[in-house]
C-alpha cells in the first residue's frame, strides 16, 4: 500500500513520551499514517480547520478544554471523522460517556499495542470498538433498562457534574473547579450538593472520597489550596 491510500489519522495526547509511543505503533502499521498530533484540545481544533483526518485518536485528560468537550465539539461539525478514545481512566467508567459524546470505540492504555491498531482498523471500517467486557455490560444494562449494580452509578449524572466530581478527585477547590467550568462559586457548591445526594455521600469527605474512588488515576492538582 502506497502513502497515498494510507489512513490519515490524528494523534491527541499532552504527555510527550505516550504520544510519541503511540505515534511510533501507528506508523508502523501498512495502512495508516499519523500525519498531525496535538497536545491539548485547541490545537486538535487547529489541526481540523487545516485538513481534514480519516479517525482521531485522543485522550480523555486534557489541560483546559476536556477530551470529552473536545469529541463533542468535533462530532458537531460536518464530516466529522471517527474517534476513538485511548486512555489511562477506566473503561467502565469512561466509555459510555465518551460514546454519548460522539466517540466511535474506547480502549485503555493497559491494553496490548496490538488492540489499539486493532480498534483503530474497526473505526476505520465503520464500526465500533469496546472490550468484551465492556459490550457485555453495556447490553446488560440495555436489556434490563438499568445498569446491573445496586452501587450509585455515575450514570446517573449530568455531563458537568461528572466532570465536577474529576476535578474533586483532582484534588480542586470550588474557585479553582469555577474557573475551569466558567460557573460562579456559587453555582459549583450547588453541583457538590448534587452530587453528595445522588451519590449517597453524607458530607464533603465522604465525596471527596468517592472521587477518588471513581477516578484513582487523574492527575491531582499541586495547586496550593
Known sequence: MNDFNKAQLLVVDDHPIVRHGIVQLLNRQPDMEVVAEA?????????LRERSFNLI???ISLPGLSGLDLIRRINATKDAPPMLVLSMHEESVYAE???TAGARGFVMKQEAPDKLVAAVRKLLAGGIYLSPQMEERMLMTLVRGKPASTEPSLSV??????????MIAQGLTSA????RVNRSIKSVEAY????RTKLGAKTTVDLARL??????????SSTPK
Open 39 to 47: 497536545d491539548d484540545a485547541e490545537s486538535a481544533l487547529n489541526h
Open 57 to 59: 485518536v485522543t485522550d
Open 97 to 99: 460517556r465518551a460514546l
Open 157 to 166: 449524572l449530568t455531563e458537568r457534574e461528572f466532570e465536577v466530581l474529576q
Open 176 to 179: 479553582q473547579i469555577a474557573v
Open 192 to 195: 457538590r450538593t448534587s452530587l
Open 211 to 220: 472521587a477518588l474512588e471513581h477516578f484513582p488515576h487523574v492527575p491531582r
